[in-house]
Every structure is written in C-alpha cells, then in structure tokens.
C-alpha cells in the first residue's frame, strides 16, 4: 500500500490555500516518502503557500531527510492581479506585490512542521545554478510558461539521483483542459525522450517519473 499522510496532516495541506486537489496530493504524499528512503532531500520549485509543502515536510519527517522548497514569492503570472488565479489576500498591502512568504509561513507552523522544511526565497534558475547536491525527489510546480518550466527542468531535474523521483504538475495533454499552458507537458515529453526517466504513476495532473538512465 502506498504510504499516506495521517489525518492531521491532510488535513492542514487541505486547510492551506493552494490548488492541488488531494487525490494529487495524496500521489505526491507517496512519492516522497518512497524517495526520502534514499536519505537525500527532497525539493520542491513552487512553494506558493505551501500547501504542497506540508506534504512534502511531513515525508521528510517521517524518513529522516530534510525537505526543500523554492519560490521568490511574487506569484506566477497567472496568479498577478486581474488575472483567474490571483487572490488578493496574497498581496502585501505596504508594497502593492504578492508576496505569499507570510502565508507559507503560517501553514507551515500550524501543521507543525517549521523544523523540517528549508526555504530558498529566490528565483528558481538563480538557486539551481549554485546547487551541487544530489535530491533524492525534485516536484516541479513553478512557473508555467515554457521559459520557466524549461529552466526549472534544466537546473533541477540533473541533480535527481539514480533511483530518485521526478514530478511534474499541471501536465495536461488535452489543450482543451489547459489552464495554463502546456509547459509542464512539454517538459514532461522531454523528460521521457532523454532516456533519463521512466514514468511510474499518473494521477491527475500529477506525473512521477523514476531516474533509470543518465543525463536529462
Ligand atoms: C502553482 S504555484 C505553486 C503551488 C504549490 N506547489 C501548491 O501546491 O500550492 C507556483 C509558484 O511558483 C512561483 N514561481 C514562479 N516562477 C518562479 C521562479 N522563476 N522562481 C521561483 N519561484 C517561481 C510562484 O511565485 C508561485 O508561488
């Protein structure tokens, strides 16, 4: 049986704002723990406010690795005002600019799990250009359009251990069902052409793909 979260912390990761339904949720849940049996970290790219986060922190926990998470805070396109997925609450009133820190914080604490969890407050490219360490699962869900979600896969996805797990939300095969874009799945294609990874699971959106081969 794949590995779940306990009520209590489904229950925070339901309570924390966010967009991942809980079957995703529970798929992500799953995936992590399997790859915290590695005894690497696991990194997250899209922290939002962190209700993917808590997840992700509380398979760390159970398995004695650290969990990672990167975003600079300032929203995605998709996700500025005026557009679907904005939500005013996200916007720091003193400067007029999302700013989701606070937010990600507080989910953090109330599922009581701070101690867990590092966070790299910056941009994603930025961070993976400095990074040198091996990540036992690396959970894309950044930015959505081709540029970052290329970048993403490029500066995260080699640093995914032999064994380790990748996973890509918001694939979307169907353009009709594309929210969006399509970027996640153009990554995801890549990601099965290089060779480099084999699909294990699909729910939903969510896609986890296992290292089986070198390179990206
Ligand atoms: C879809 S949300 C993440 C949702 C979150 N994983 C959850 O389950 O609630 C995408 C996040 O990526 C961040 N982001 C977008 N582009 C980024 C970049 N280039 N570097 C760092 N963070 C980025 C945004 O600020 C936003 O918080």
Known sequence: MPAAPAPEILAAFEKAKGFMPVDEGLALYAAAVEAGGLGLPLLEVGTYCG???????????????????????????EQQPGWDYHDPETVDPELGLMDTLPAFRRTLHRAGLEEHVVALVGRSPQIARIWASPLGLVFV???????????????????????????IHDVFPDPVDEFTGQAPYRVYLRALASGAFTEVSDTGSLRVLRRTGAGV
């Open 51 to 77: 209700r993917s986060t808590v997840l992700l922190a509380d398979a760390a926990r159970a398995t004695g690795v650290s969990a990672l998470t990167v975003d600079h805070h300032r929203g995605s396109e």
């Open 141 to 167: 869900d950044g930015g959505h359009t081709d540029e970052h979600a290329t970048a993403d896969y490029e500066g995260w996805a080699p640093h995914v251990a032999e064994g380790g797990l990748l996973v």
